[in-house]
């Protein structure tokens, strides 16, 4: 495999050229051609798109009704999974309206939301789900691993609903921990884990095209549940709420439209534990969230090999502002299950700091994955420290290049990012026959930057007023 360290003064576009572009409102990538370069238009400013598809999300309005649990049977003292169940119905059946939990500790199994439902948390209300997994069967119609799958319920689920929420200030307890749910992913190696052979087959069935209904897993097969999904919905708001001790991904809205994921948050360290994962999803926000997770922060993604492609639909017009990631595998991702593409992607305003969060902007994908992932967008962004790369993109992920579905990453877009300390400013490895192409970073600021940066096949990179420990990189001769 060749590893490259770049070298600035030999790739880099002159800062003449950068600024022409400017003038005639386009960005410029250069790509080297015999020893001449090839200059190709980029669109003006892609944050007009991220304009556009905030003035269409909006959240969900409910009739101002209240159905307390109380009212359904739920005590502190018992599960209350069939109080649950009753103020949910009631409250659908009499047009919508608030299913409110007071303040209190309620103990429950599934919680599936109907249309126009918003289960709403009062200050001090917790809703702690049991550890038995029995309380989440029968099995529903779910993703796991970017594959759809007959699986235990997600804790708080909804399929083919619109007008759905979980608000308020009140605490989500998945109670996940090394002796519930964490352990069926186990320490070790993934080949040793209780999950490996029910994932095994469960992708095994997919490459072959087996239809979904026969996908059977749930009791005795070790496929953990997302804690919150809404699947195939509409005009989803999850707001305010603090979600902790999670199987695994926290927040996963499927195949939804217009979502909203706004001032959660989010402290859980489990395996696999994604913050918030919109999944083949269009027009979503992403606002005042704070995350300290096990995993990746919040990870955008399209579905895994053959179901991905099957589905063909993409994650894309995301925004995402004023969050706060701390421990995580990557602040803002893109990947890894993104075989059915993703495109316009914005981020800005973030935080970022911890020793134990590895990346800012990440993207991960393999020719076993595939997809096109395009119009990538970060402005704004300060970190403190990340143990390896502000941006990375990686081509050889998990499986690498073995397969016959060749990803594409193009037009990415860095404003105005600040670093305090990292490994790497930039670590992209493309595939020679599909290079990254249109990496632009401008008025940006990395320091106590410990090694030189890692390109493999990338074409198209542009600075402009870009400071790497002190040391002006923008092209000028």
Not at 44 to 59: F, N, Q, S, V
Not at 276 to 296: A, W
Not at 312 to 337: A, F, K, L, Q
């Amino acid at each position: 495999m060749r590893r490259t360290l770049y070298n600035w003064h030999d790739h880099l576009a002159s800062r003449r050229e950068f600024l022409t572009s400017a003038l005639l409102g386009t960005a410029v990538t250069r790509h080297a051609l015999g020893g001449g370069a090839v200059f190709e238009a980029q669109p003006a400013d892609l944050w007009e798109t991220a304009d556009a598809i905030l003035k269409r999300i909006a959240a969900p309005r409910f009739p101002q009704r209240t159905f307390d649990i109380r009212r359904y049977g739920a005590t502190t003292t018992a599960y209350a999974t069939a109080a649950f169940r009753a103020a949910i119905d009631a409250c659908a059946r009499a047009g919508g309206g608030r299913v409110v939990v007071p303040k209190g500790r309620f103990e429950t199994g599934a919680i599936h939301l109907r249309s126009k439902v918003n289960l709403h948390l009062d200050d001090g209300g917790t809703v702690a789900f049991s550890g038995e997994p029995t309380a989440y069967l029968p099995a529903v119609l779910t993703r796991y691993e970017g594959v759809e799958v007959m699986n235990y319920s997600p804790f708080i689920y909804a399929l083919d609903a619109h007008d759905i929420a979980v608000t308020g200030s009140g605490t989500l307890d998945g109670q996940a921990n090394e002796a519930h749910w964490w352990n069926w992913r186990g320490t070790g190696p993934a080949a040793s884990a209780p999950m490996t052979p029910a994932r095994t087959r469960l992708f095994e069935l997919a490459a072959r095209g087996v239809p979904v209904a026969q996908r059977l897993f749930g009791d005795g097969h070790f496929l953990r549940p997302n804690f919150l999904q809404p699947y195939r919905c509409q005009n989803v708001l999850i707001e305010g709420v603090t979600i902790v001790n999670s199987p695994m991904w926290e927040v996963h809205p499927v195949l939804c439209r217009n979502v909203i994921v706004r001032d959660v948050t989010i402290r859980s360290h489990g395996p696999n534990n994604d913050g918030c994962d919109p999944e083949s999803c269009r027009d979503v926000l992403i606002e005042g969230c704070s995350f300290d997770t096990g995993d990746d922060c919040i990870a955008l993604k399209s579905g895994r090999n053959e179901d991905g492609r099957r589905l063909r639909t993409p994650i894309e017009n995301v925004v995402i502002r004023n969050c706060e990631m701390r421990d995580g595998h990557g602040g803002v991702v893109i990947g890894s299950e993104v075989s059915g593409g993703a495109r316009n992607i914005f981020a800005e305003r973030c935080r970022m700091d911890s020793p134990r969060l590895d990346r800012v902007l990440r993207f991960k994908t393999n020719s076993t994955r595939g997809g096109v992932i395009e119009r990538v967008a970060m402005r704004h962004v300060q970190v403190g420290q990340v143990a390896e790369a502000i941006v990375a993109a990686d081509f050889y992920y998990e499986e690498g290049d073995a397969g016959a579905f060749t990803p594409v990453l193009r037009d990415v877009d860095v404003r105005d990012v600040t670093s305090r300390r990292s490994k790497y400013a930039l670590l992209l490895r493309g595939y020679d026959r599909s290079p990254i192409t249109g990496v632009r970073l401008a008025d940006c600021t990395f320091d106590n930057v410990e090694a030189e940066d890692v390109l493999e096949a990338v074409r198209g990179l542009t600075l402009a007023n870009v400071r790497v420990n002190g040391e002006l990189r923008h092209g000028s001769p």
